[in-house]
């Protein structure tokens, strides 16, 4: 197995131009364990680490860019109040030195359908920006990023350079069932997000389908009845959880079942709903 290492943007983009073949580490945090179960064997190992660009944040176009390697403690201690559901799910990821070594860029790499950061970045409605040597930059929105288990929409030679996330404009939350509290791959996840410029709510699903994926008829739902002026509906957040359950296509595995998994996102979606309206009346 080969290990390139290079030091600059434009030397990680050759290098993948090269050796299309060659496996992207960010954090390590997914590769290595595949690799110590000797899931996965590759010819090259393509180590981003030592990139400094791609660890920056910035605020540009009136979105957060995140680069490809910020770590979720930084995302956690320094974009709280701009990425709120975002850092809610950071915190939820395994261990501080989980956190300390892990990434956005590297979660959205591995495409897991497990990832907890897939449901807040398509609930804020995300845009992830990949580039290649010979075709440039490609910016790809988040809804249309996953294709399968572990399957992105990036090209062989491209690499995944930074997401950009609309700052909150509302309340945001993230919530996720595990077999315990901590340290544990989601059974299920859900995340919402509240835009009330637009009149609209966002959601994502993690791990109760093939892919994150959006309710969007949930969403369509709320667009329609929603009152922005008046307390939450109890009936309309009940309806709005059975159509979030209805968006999942989850399996049963050895952390939960089927049937489990599409109950306790309707839970999880009428309880995120309901605290997210309760802070945006407070707010207004």
């Not at 590297?106 to 040597?133: C, I, T």
């Not at 491209?158 to 509290?181: C, D, M, W």
């Not at 209805?246 to 996102?265: C, E, K, Q, T, W």
Request: net charge positive; with cysteine.
């Amino acid at each position: 197995m080969d290990f390139l290492r290079p030091t600059t943007w434009h030397e990680a983009l050759a290098a993948k131009a090269d050796r299309p073949d060659a496996v992207p580490l960010q954090g390590g945090t997914d590769v290595m364990v595949e690799l110590n179960f000797d899931v996965r064997r590759p010819a090259a190992l393509l180590d981003l680490t030592r990139v400094p660009e791609l660890r920056a944040w910035e605020m540009t176009g009136g979105y957060c860019r995140v680069g490809a390697g910020v770590s979720y403690a930084t995302v956690i201690d320094e974009l709280s109040g701009s990425l709120p559901g975002l850092a809610q799910a950071a915190r939820t990821v395994g261990s501080p030195q989980i956190r300390n070594r892990g990434s956005v860029g590297g979660n959205l790499g591995a495409a897991s359908p497990a990832g907890d950061s897939h449901p807040p970045l398509l609930a804020a409605g995300a845009v992830v920006e990949v580039e290649s040597r010979e075709r440039g930059v490609r910016m790809i929105p988040a809804a249309e990023f996953y294709l399968g288990v572990k399957r992105s929409a990036l090209e062989p030679d491209e690499l995944i350079r930074a997401v950009h996330v609309p700052p909150a404009t509302g309340p945001q939350y993230f919530s996720k069932v595990g077999t315990r509290n901590a340290m544990v791959i989601a059974v299920c996840s859900f995340a919402i997000a509240l835009h009330p410029r637009e009149r609209r709510v966002g959601t994502g699903i993690g791990s109760a389908a093939p892919t994150p994926r959006r309710a969007r008829e949930a969403e369509d739902l709320l667009a329609r009845e929603l009152d922005w002026s008046a307390p939450l509906d109890p009936a309309l957040a009940h309806r709005f959880g059975e159509l979030c359950a209805r968006a999942a296509a989850p399996i049963d595995d050895v952390r939960g079942s089927a049937a489990y998994r599409a109950h306790a996102l309707g839970v999880l979606a009428r309880r995120t709903l309901t605290w997210a309206w309760n802070d945006y009346r407070r707010a207004a």
